[in-house]
């Protein structure tokens, strides 16, 4: 061994996750996977992300799940916190997906563990079926899953080299109806801040700090992570999570900066969430902002084109667009304000690429929809589109939502990083 501490260190880490009935393989090339520097023991999940905003629609992650483990490519939203696949248990109403459904063990979650009772609100009963949790969740899209909470393990690397086995509570989903926003996945990777979140599930086991984040390429693909050992936190611009608004990641209020301009939109609570592949704006500040941008194309040599038809709101010029570059002098970069203090304000950037794309048929379309429309109520959500290259932290233990600029194509790798 290199040193007590680390040796200390190490056995927290290792008899924190369960690894019950694993070889003894395994565990051994835990053993000789120790780093040589030792910086941290208990740090970071790195895991890449494929896909992309447009024209796939969706990012995802893979993640091993089972003993023996198996992959599963899953929806990393930080709307929800509930992880779950589609489950063969058997399946009443799936959808299709990527790989084969996941088979239950029968390691049913209790109806009395706080976790359920964390996924129900108020009304939580155990007298029918005690031995199991049912849950249902429900996204804003319409979409549902229904099903039963199952433990199972989670091969997972940490960024130290060494491989662990956390044992997590994730939903076996028997009953699936797909909303508009559907994607063909296997399941939901559940980033939220709740108790049922994997993130809390990893913290609570010793693993990480409960800490999350993401960096999604514009150019496709990226990576999520857990813990907070990958970033350079003097680098990162961040702001209060919201103290009244706590069922998701919400810095609160904010107000819309157009062109390096304050618009008047203001009062729009916001709320940062992977899930969901465009921004979404209440329908007042939507108009707001639709007036802006077509103030600002009136008299240029662009006509607004029907396109695509998920994306409303599209412009063709006299050629097509080919790059952002193509369309720069006709919009101007927005920016979110939100309050981070006493009079201190701190600016979600948002550039050209984060609120407009380039259509297949050569138009520029916006991309921020109406979120009346589609029963956001007064909720505006920023989501991939807006959060593309840069590293978006959510830090449960400090309350923080945080940002930066990044290339997000690769992966940090473990020997480079920053503590
Ligand atoms: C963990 O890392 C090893 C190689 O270091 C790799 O083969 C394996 O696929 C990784 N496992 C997961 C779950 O990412
Ligand atoms: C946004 O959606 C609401 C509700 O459907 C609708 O009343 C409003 O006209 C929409 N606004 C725009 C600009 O489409």
């Not at 080299?161 to 076996?172: F, Q, Y």
């Not at 063709?316 to 193509?326: A, E, L, V």
Request: charged share 20%; net charge neutral.
């Amino acid at each position: 061994m290199k040193s007590g501490v680390i040796l200390v260190f190490c056995l927290l880490c290792l008899s924190l996750s369960v690894s019950p009935s694993w070889g003894s393989d395994d565990r051994r090339q835990k053993w000789w996977k120790w780093p040589s520097t030792g910086k941290s023991i208990c740090s970071s999940v790195v895991l890449p992300l494929y896909g992309n905003v447009y024209p796939q629609g969706f990012y995802y992650a893979q993640i091993h799940i089972g003993h023996p483990p198996r992959p599963y490519f899953l929806d990393p939203d930080t709307g929800s916190d509930l992880t779950w696949l589609q489950c063969d248990a058997p399946c009443v109403r799936c959808t299709q997906a990527p790989h084969p459904y996941y088979k239950p063990n029968n390691d049913l979650v209790p109806c009395k563990d706080p976790l359920c009772a964390s996924l129900h609100s108020g009304d939580h009963r155990c007298d029918d079926e005690p031995d199991q949790c049912d849950y249902e969740v429900e996204y804003a899209d319409g979409g549902s899953s229904l099903g039963v909470l199952i433990n199972d393990v989670s091969l997972l690397n940490l960024t130290t080299g060494v491989r662990v086995v956390a044992r997590l509570a994730i939903g076996c989903g028997y009953d699936q109806i797909p909303g508009p926003s559907y994607q063909p996945l296997d399941g939901v990777l559940g980033l939220g801040k709740g108790k049922t979140g994997i993130v809390s599930q990893l913290h609570s086991q010793g693993l990480i700090r409960n800490v999350v984040g993401h960096c999604f390429s514009s150019r496709g693909g990226g990576f999520l992570f857990f813990g907070d050992d990958i970033y350079d936190p003097s680098r990162i611009i961040s702001t209060p999570m919201s103290r009244d608004y706590t069922k998701h990641y919400s810095p609160g209020y904010g107000e819309i900066i157009y062109g390096g301009k304050a618009t008047g939109l203001k009062n729009l609570l916001v709320i940062f969430d992977s899930g969901s592949s465009y921004t979404y704006l209440s329908s007042k500040a939507y108009e707001g902002l639709l007036n802006k941008v077509t103030e600002e194309l009136r008299g240029k040599p662009i006509q607004e084109a029907l396109d695509d038809e998920t994306l409303p709101f599209c412009w063709k010029g006299r050629r097509p667009f080919r790059s952002m570059r193509d369309v720069k002098m006709y919009f101007k970069p927005l920016a979110l304000s939100f309050s981070s203090g006493w009079r201190s304000k701190t600016q979600f950037e948002i550039p050209l690429e984060g609120y407009l794309l380039i259509s297949a048929k050569g138009s520029v379309c916006l991309g921020v929809l109406n979120g009346t429309e589609v029963g956001l109520q007064n909720f505006n959500v920023i989501g991939d589109i807006s959060m593309q290259d840069k590293m978006v932290i959510y830090d449960n233990e400090k309350q923080t939502i945080g940002w930066t600029p990044a290339n997000c194509d690769r992966p940090p790798r473990s020997d480079t990083m920053t503590i």
